[in-house]
């Protein structure tokens, strides 16, 4: 069964920190990767989706890379900003159609 | 403006009482699908929909109903509610399954007593 996790689950950064938020999945056999973004209160947005043949994203300071055969992605942000705030959560879309979801990791960028 | 539109934002109803979350796309999607939220456990698949009548459980559908009559609408169905179904519930849509992002509605906040 497919499982995803994310660390860490919390990070406090200050504002223009570069910071980089991990996310596993246990089986390999996955179509996509996709990296969402929770405020409080709010639905998730998608900020970046990699398809299984590819090895990155990016869009704008984001950077999502993914590597199917350790089971790992990786968000990079640079420079970040006190409007980064948020839940990040990461999601593998499965061979069964099934999308399954990490905990997320809060972050908060202090101004 | 695209978007999933979710029904009713908040809902307080009792145990046992038939009730309806409804969840529209003006995207012309394919794929629609609705989860759970719940502290500590993250977002759980309840079921999805790959085109109209066609639909599937996903992880957490004991207690659930839904169905695709049309394109646009995805309505979840709880025909006898119970207090361990009190969560945050979101609907989400995409183009088709696969390789495609995924736009979420603002979220439904049920709570059941």
């Known amino acids: 069964k497919q499982e995803v996790t994310q660390i860490p689950a919390a990070l406090s950064v200050p504002e223009g920190e570069n910071l980089v938020l991990n996310c596993s999945f246990t089986?390999?056999?996955?179509?996509?990767l996709q990296w969402f973004r929770q405020d409080p209160g709010k639905g998730l947005t998608s900020l970046l989706l990699?398809?299984?043949?590819?090895r990155e994203q990016t869009s704008g300071r984001l950077n999502a890379s993914l590597d199917k055969s350790s089971g790992r992605s990786t968000l990079y942000i640079a420079a970040s900003q006190p409007g980064d705030s948020a839940t990040y959560l990461c999601?593998?879309?499965?061979?069964?159609?099934?999308?399954?979801f990490g905990p997320g990791t809060s972050l908060s960028v202090i101004p | 403006e695209a978007q999933v539109t979710q029904n009713p934002r908040y809902l307080i109803t009792v145990t046992g009482k038939k009730l309806t979350v409804t969840c529209s796309q003006n995207?012309?999607?394919?794929?629609m699908s609705w989860y759970r939220q719940d502290p500590g456990l993250g977002l759980r698949q309840i079921y999805y929909?790959?085109?109209?009548?066609?639909?599937d459980k996903g992880d957490v559908p004991e207690g659930y109903k839904v169905s695709r009559k049309e394109k646009r609408n995805f309505p979840l169905i709880l025909e006898s509610p119970s207090p361990n179904q009190t969560s945050l519930y979101f609907c989400a849509s995409s183009l088709w399954a696969g390789n495609e992002k995924l736009f979420f509605g603002s979220g439904t906040q049920l709570s059941v007593l």
């Open positions: 089986d390999s056999a996955i179509y996509n």
């Open positions: 999601a593998v879309e499965t061979s069964y159609d099934k999308v399954i």
């Open positions: 929909s790959m085109n109209v009548e066609v639909t």
């Open positions: 990699i398809q299984s043949s590819q």
């Open positions: 995207m012309n999607h394919e794929y």
